[in-house]
């Protein structure tokens, strides 16, 4: 009799939140749970705290990712889509798709979105390509340990004796010809996969999404971040940035001490320009510091 292994309790492990998080957008939450040997529920809970896309629910985690998903949904080329990718592949298109949108901050031309979306379909090309290279590395691998197996027979007898144990050289040429088919197919599979990799990294680079190219866009400005922490380094520039800050400080506390005094506009009325709580007691401060002075120069 067979029993289910014990689910794992307690808080997620750093290998689990790594799995997850590697995981959420290709694979199906209970798969997921399989995998990690978890109930379902700790899983949805740490997709949804970490933002992540979730290849079952993708609209459910938030509002911003319900807004992307339906926008997309309702995108002329979905209806395209759903002709040419079965489910899985869908959903998968959908996730990374919310992911994309999401990096670009929600700001995508119309060009853009056409390149995403070859993206994302040569990725999945990509996938069915290394998914047909694994079941043609099995194949090789099945037929060497068949071919090796008849070698271990002895040779046929000379004249034939139809042995149960003996060399099948028909079967041996078969199998060889079946691996030779087998090599082949995984040499063409390799070399789509090459080419599709070639395309997909030319698409990063007309989107400009490669860290190197956010880094270089960073730098690219006159006055930009990496020039100023730069400059945070070099002791006279940091001494004649706190003298100017000084100087700006030093103008608005006088400035400000200006307008919080009387003045005399052009209709001859007589007011405070800046009228708030720190002005009103400014001001009752130095009258009744005028006060106190007046009242001693009439005891004295």
């Given at each position: 009799m067979s029993t289910k292994p014990k689910l794992k309790s307690g808080s997620l492990s750093i290998s689990d939140?790594?799995?997850?998080?590697?995981?959420?957008?290709?694979?199906?939450?209970?798969?997921?749970?399989?995998?990690?040997?978890?109930?379902?529920?700790p899983i949805i809970k740490f997709i949804k705290e970490n933002g992540l896309t979730s290849f079952d629910d993708l609209g459910d985690i938030d509002e911003e990712y319900q807004a992307i998903l339906e926008d997309l949904q309702?995108?002329?080329?979905?209806?395209?889509?759903?002709?040419?990718?079965?489910?899985?592949?869908?959903?998968?298109?959908?996730?990374?798709?919310?992911?994309?949108?999401?990096?670009?901050?929600?700001?995508?031309?119309?060009?853009?979105?056409m390149q995403i979306k070859e993206l994302i379909i040569i990725d999945i090309l990509n996938n069915r390509i290394m998914?047909?290279?694994?079941?043609?590395?099995?194949?090789?691998?099945r037929i060497n340990e068949a071919i090796e197996a008849e070698y271990t027979k002895p040779m046929p007898a000379n004249p034939p004796i139809v042995l149960p144990a003996e060399r099948d050289i028909g079967l041996i040429m078969s199998l060889e010809t079946q691996l030779g088919m087998a090599k082949a197919a995984d040499s063409n599979l390799t070399t789509e996969s090459?080419?599709?990799?070639?395309?997909?990294?030319?698409?990063?680079?007309?989107?400009?999404?490669?860290?190197?190219?956010?880094?270089?866009?960073v730098e690219s400005g006159e006055k930009t971040f990496m020039k100023?922490?730069?400059?945070?380094?070099?002791?006279?520039?940091?001494?004649?940035?706190g003298d100017e800050a000084a100087l700006i400080r030093a103008a608005t506390d006088r400035k400000r001490g200006e307008l919080y005094d009387y003045h005399t506009y052009g209709d001859n009325i007589l007011d405070i320009p800046i009228l708030n709580a720190e002005s009103v007691l400014q001001k009752k401060e130095l009258e009744y510091e005028e006060a106190q002075v007046c009242s001693e120069k009439q005891e004295a």
């Amino acid at each position: 009799m067979s029993t289910k292994p014990k689910l794992k309790s307690g808080s997620l492990s750093i290998s689990d939140q790594t799995y997850i998080r590697e995981n959420a957008s290709k694979m199906p939450l209970a798969k997921i749970a399989e995998a990690l040997g978890r109930r379902t529920n700790p899983i949805i809970k740490f997709i949804k705290e970490n933002g992540l896309t979730s290849f079952d629910d993708l609209g459910d985690i938030d509002e911003e990712y319900q807004a992307i998903l339906e926008d997309l949904q309702s995108n002329i080329f979905y209806k395209e889509l759903k002709k040419q990718l079965d489910e899985d592949e869908l959903k998968y298109f959908s996730a990374h798709w919310i992911e994309w949108i999401i990096q670009f901050n929600c700001d995508v031309l119309a060009s853009e979105q056409m390149q995403i979306k070859e993206l994302i379909i040569i990725d999945i090309l990509n996938n069915r390509i290394m998914s047909k290279r694994l079941m043609a590395i099995k194949d090789i691998k099945r037929i060497n340990e068949a071919i090796e197996a008849e070698y271990t027979k002895p040779m046929p007898a000379n004249p034939p004796i139809v042995l149960p144990a003996e060399r099948d050289i028909g079967l041996i040429m078969s199998l060889e010809t079946q691996l030779g088919m087998a090599k082949a197919a995984d040499s063409n599979l390799t070399t789509e996969s090459t080419k599709l990799s070639k395309d997909k990294k030319d698409l990063y680079i007309a989107l400009k999404a490669t860290r190197d190219q956010r880094f270089k866009s960073v730098e690219s400005g006159e006055k930009t971040f990496m020039k100023l922490i730069k400059e945070l380094y070099d002791e006279e520039q940091r001494k004649r940035i706190g003298d100017e800050a000084a100087l700006i400080r030093a103008a608005t506390d006088r400035k400000r001490g200006e307008l919080y005094d009387y003045h005399t506009y052009g209709d001859n009325i007589l007011d405070i320009p800046i009228l708030n709580a720190e002005s009103v007691l400014q001001k009752k401060e130095l009258e009744y510091e005028e006060a106190q002075v007046c009242s001693e120069k009439q005891e004295a």
